[in-house]
């Protein structure tokens, strides 16, 4: 089988945009697609994913998370041609990994990145792939133009590993970041701060980020740095893992089908079932239509805060409760919500939530307090993304 020739990248955020430019670079016949619209410098884009991949023999995934792949992908199928390989470079679920890898079989090369953007710009990424040999072999020139490549067995294995490596580098960012802000109250001189932060275990990491982290003003630490940690690859690794976070798929009141854990099911810290009262009662009042759930939920002087149609709106919870008809919307069998973290502190504690409501995803963030002897949600303001 010959190497590609024409490249579609699906998914042009910060890495997409980077690895497209890169292979247009090196004279590959490039083509991007992203669900939001962008484009990637002189790269040719086009707002149909089907035209791309019509014209490809490898298409290239660099989406947000598990459910976008599987979303573009059933979406994109039946324009591939039958030698069109599928190389995954997101970073999902090794659930999601693997079902994919099921659903296409040896046309499927699941292949996430070590790397920041700068990274992939010079090629100099790390490549986790799992692949049949064949296919590999077929598109190693293009990985290897991005990167260094290392086998991995199968599917899962090569996403797990990277949920991990997304782990440790957390960690790495949280110690900088309070070593940073540390040193700036003592008063330490930044650049002084670096140098000794070089020598030590950090010392990679600072390497790497000096010049962004010494322009930074005192205070700043590493706000806005050049690699982004999200909650969502957290929760991933803690759901494969089974530590320390646990599945919330008993959050909702109907039977999870335990492939689709990870991306339908919440995941939330290994709290007390108390404090994730209200956040059931929440969930089921979605589910349902019936506000009787929602004032189980909220405190009686909850308000509900956020942008409809543009304007800014200050629900008190009656408000909020006569929006719901008491059934469930017409579109429910296909909705899921996930809590994508929670932190209690003493008798108040923070929680976020995604719900994929039709073509509109929601983030919702609640404050919770214990009173009177139960935990209820105070205050919830949410932001909708059509």
């Known amino acids: 089988m010959t190497a590609p020739h024409t490249i579609a990248v699906l998914g042009l955020r910060r890495m997409g945009a ?3 430019t890169r292979l247009a670079d090196h004279d590959w016949d490039v083509v991007g697609w992203s ?63 693997a079902r994919l890898a099921r659903q296409l079989g040896p046309s499927y090369i699941h292949a996430p990145v070590l ?19 064949e296919a590999l072999e077929r598109v190693r020139p293009v990985l290897e133009a991005l990167g260094t490549v290392r086998h991995v067995e199968d599917a899962a294995t090569a996403a797990a590993l990277k949920l991990v490596a997304n782990n440790s580098l957390a960690g790495a ?34 390497a790497r980020k000096r010049t962004f982290l010494a322009d930074q003003p005192t205070g700043a630490a590493t706000a806005t740095a050049e690699f982004t940690i999200g909650a ?38 290994a709290v007390g079932d108390a404090v994730l009262e209200p956040l059931r009662a929440y969930i089921r009042g979605h589910a349902t239509g019936d ?20 304007a800014f709106v200050s629900w008190r919870l009656d408000e909020y409760c006569a929006l719901f008809t008491g059934r469930p919307a017409p579109d429910e069998p296909i909705r899921s919500r996930r ?48």
């Open 18 to 20: 980077a690895i497209a």
């Open 35 to 97: 669900r939001s619209g962008r484009s990637a410098g002189a790269v040719e884009t086009t707002g149909d994913p089907n035209d791309a991949v019509a014209k490809a023999d490898l298409v290239l995934l660099a989406l947000f998370d598990g459910r976008a792949c599987q979303q573009v992908v059933d979406h994109v199928r039946d324009s591939l041609r039958t030698d069109t390989i599928v190389l995954n470079t997101s970073t999902i679920a090794p659930a999601e990994a």
């Open 115 to 133: 790397g920041s953007v700068p990274a992939a710009a010079v090629g100099a990424l790390e490549i986790l792939a799992a692949a049949d040999r």
């Open 173 to 206: 960012v949280l110690a900088l970041r309070d070593s940073l802000r540390q040193a700036d109250a003592l008063g330490l001189p930044r650049a002084q701060v670096l140098g000794v932060l070089e020598l030590g275990q950090l010392g990679g990491l600072v």
């Open 232 to 269: 969502k690859d957290m929760a991933l690794l803690a759901a494969a893992s089974n530590t320390p976070l646990r599945s919330a798929a008993d959050l909702v009141d109907t039977p999870v089908d335990p492939e689709a854990d990870i991306a339908v099911a919440a995941m939330v810290p």
């Open 291 to 310: 506000p009787a759930h929602f004032r189980d939920a909220f405190l009686p002087t909850a308000h509900v805060e956020g942008l409809r149609d543009g």
């Open 339 to 386: 809590i994508d973290a929670i932190d209690v502190h003493g008798t108040v504690a923070t929680a976020s939530m995604t719900l994929w409501h039709g073509p509109d995803t929601f983030t919702d963030i609640f404050l919770l307090t214990h009173v009177n002897g139960s935990w209820r949600i105070a205050n919830k303001v949410y932001h909708r993304n059509a």
